[in-house]
């Protein structure tokens, strides 16, 4: 592998800023914090609830120490990105308050901007194959560098509740405003026919229809609120999973034919981009650029270039639930490299989902793939 300038000069910034990371903590914290990269199981697991992420938490380092894990997490995102990751972050003093200052799910303070999780797999200075990845509540990143190239950005997820809060002004405080815009304005520039095609159902998921599996198979639906956390709940915390369930299924009123219309399927659902007109692939491509332009903006460049022209084409575009601002919604653009899902439904459609995922490479899987092919 050879890799572009670009993703070399990206995990090289990555590579210094982990072993800067690495190299400030303890050796117990250094143990929490580092795992071996063949630790599969682990590395392929993530999140996107207020749960063990697993790895060192903000909460257990020095404040230089988290200094330098922002700083990680800086070398993985753009300017915009990483300004919008770190409102996210402290979005969960805001929904403390929101919800009475009360939630604790088992621990002392259960909405918590402390409690993000940063684990490193492999050693970031040497040759062999690593990766990193930084989660929490409504923030999930993940890395894979092979031969000193970043290989793999996927899954990459955020999130927002609320979605939408007031700011002393006139326009409120939206982390996540692009995604849900963009999204509404392709889908209200459709022509009747077209709409019949994308619009697949007037009821929209729970959440997210992939979930945070490690890899999503056909039929999948989405999981259980319970089924998203790492263990699960018992006592007061998981009367509160299930009565939460209990009212978001009681809201949606599914039918069978809700449930199939968003199915997973590996076969892309609703309309192909190239069913699209002009003035409407520039708003799907407006749409790509706000999931993509997570990344730094070199091998943000890159990244899009796959889906210059003709692909696109191999795009589709599916909607489900309402399509005016404050309506429970939901959105899929699919195609065999990529994966994007966005949800809005819970909370009265002011709680925000949205994740970029490589239905083949994530965590560096076809890659990883190919190099130990090469190497065997």
Not at 88 to 93: A, C, R, V
Not at 167 to 192: I, K, T, W
Request: hydrophobic residues 40%.
């Amino acid at each position: 592998m050879t890799g572009s300038p670009a993703r070399r000069a990206t995990a090289e910034r990555m590579a210094a800023e982990a072993v800067a990371f690495l190299d400030a903590l303890t050796i117990d914290q250094r143990a929490i914090a580092q795992w071996p990269f063949a630790a599969e199981d682990e590395r392929r697991l993530w999140f996107y609830t207020p749960t063990d992420h697993g790895g060192l938490t903000l909460h257990a380092m020095t404040p230089s120490q988290q200094r330098l894990a922002h700083r990680l997490l800086a070398s993985g995102l753009s300017r915009a990105g990483y300004v919008t990751a770190a409102t996210i972050i402290g979005l969960d003093n805001i929904l403390d308050q929101v919800e009475g200052w009360v939630i604790e799910f088992g621990r002392d303070r259960g909405r918590d901007p402390m409690m993000y999780y940063v684990r490193v797999f492999g050693d970031p200075a040497g040759d062999a194959p690593w990766g990193w990845r930084i989660g929490g509540h409504h923030l999930s990143v993940h890395y894979t560098i092979i031969d000193g190239v970043l290989e793999a950005v996927t899954p990459c997820f955020m999130g927002a509740d609320p979605a939408s809060a007031p700011l002393l002004g006139p326009h409120p405080l939206r982390p996540l405003a692009g995604v849900e815009d963009v999204g509404r304005a392709l889908v209200h520039s459709l022509d009747v026919e077209q709409r019949a095609k994308v619009i697949l159902t007037g009821r929209a998921p729970t959440d997210l229809v992939g979930g945070n599996r490690s890899s999503i198979s056909e039929g999948d639906v989405p999981l259980s609120l319970a089924d998203i956390w790492r263990g699960r709940f018992s006592g007061e915390v998981g009367e509160f999973m299930r009565e939460a369930q209990d009212r978001m299924n009681r809201r949606a009123k599914f039918t069978e034919s809700d449930v199939e219309a968003f199915r997973w399927s590996a076969t892309p659902k609703g309309m192909a981009a190239r069913e699209l007109r002009a003035d409407q692939r520039e708003v799907l491509d407006a749409l790509l650029r706000l999931y993509v332009g997570r990344l730094p903006d070199d091998v943000a460049d890159e990244e899009l270039a796959k889906f210059a022209g003709d692909g696109l084409d191999e795009l589709h575009v599916m909607w489900a639930g309402g399509i005016e601002p404050g309506q429970p919604h939901y959105y899929r653009v699919h195609g065999p490299t990529l994966l994007l899902e966005y949800d809005n439904t819970a909370r009265d459609a002011n709680h925000v989902h949205s994740v970029w995922r490589d239905p083949r490479g994530d965590f560096g899987h076809d890659a990883l793939a190919r190099h130990y092919a090469h190497e065997h």
